[in-house]
Antibody, heavy 118, light 106 residues
Framework: EVQLVESGGGLVQPGGSLRLSCAAS????????ISWVRQAPGKGLEWVSI???????NYADSVKGRFTISRDNSKNTLYLQMNSLRAEDTAVYFC????????????WGQGTLVTVSS | SYELTLPLSVSVALGQTARITCGGN??????VHWYQQKPGQAPVLLIY???NRPSGIPERFSGSNSGNTATLTISRAQAGDEADYYC?????????FGGGTKLTVL
């Protein structure tokens, strides 16, 4: 059974840093594309970043240069390093695994809340 | 950047058919995916590649895509269908979501 479990969220001051983790089971992270998607309180889904099976990455303009996506194949875990955090980064952050058959995001974690506030 | 336009809200009477439209420039040339999200929960893939249902998704949910509009159709709407619905496409190796539609079942 595929499972994605996010962790690492919390309260951080503006300008601070945080690293989110997404522990995967039931599949191997380096065989699939996986994204981070966030949702600000009361708002819609916003794509943040993606890492492909080959290791290439991409970012939304809103986080480019501040966030870094990576993975540890030995731990089967995805990460999102978030630096220079702003109030507008406050959101629930989901990791979502892509499906080669569907071309969509087949599986989602339950999310972890990041609050950027002084 | 590519934009997807969804209505903020759609209402449907219990047992009737709801249609949620996702607008985008020549969206018919792209594959559109649809997700359902209930309060406090993660999104769930509802329709992939315009009109395909993952296993476990009821036949009441269907999709189409042509021209500048993709449509999610929910037949025989149930109270449990009340949720937010999102369309999603790929554009130049980035992921684009529509703003979301809140479906109310009356």
């Amino acid at each position: 059974e595929v499972q994605l479990v996010e962790s690492g969220g919390g309260l951080v001051q503006p300008g601070g840093s945080l690293r989110l983790s997404c522990a995967a089971s039931g599949f191997t992270v380096n065989n699939n594309y996986i994204s981070w998607v966030r949702q600000a309180p009361g708002k819609g889904l916003e794509w943040v970043s993606i890492i492909y099976s080959g290791g290439s990455t991409n970012y939304a303009d809103s986080v480019k240069g501040r966030f870094t996506i990576s993975r540890d194949n030995s731990k089967n875990t995805l990460y999102l390093q978030m630096n220079s955090l702003r109030a507008e980064d406050t959101a629930v952050y989901f990791c979502a695994m892509g499906g080669t058959v569907t071309g969509a995001f087949d599986y989602w974690g339950q999310g972890t809340l990041v609050t950027v506030s002084s | 950047s590519y934009e997807l336009t969804l209505p903020l809200s759609v209402s449907v009477a219990l047992g009737q058919t709801a249609r949620i439209t996702c607008g985008g420039n020549n969206i018919g040339s792209k594959n559109v995916h649809w997700y359902q999200q209930k309060p406090g929960q993660a999104p769930v893939l509802l329709i992939y590649r315009n009109s395909n249902r993952p296993s476990g998704i009821p036949e009441r949910f269907s999709g189409s895509n042509s021209g500048n509009t993709a449509t999610l159709t929910i037949s025989r709407a149930q109270a449990g269908d009340e949720a937010d619905y999102y369309c999603q496409v790929w554009d130049s190796s980035t992921v684009v979501f529509g703003g979301g539609t809140k479906l109310t079942v009356l």
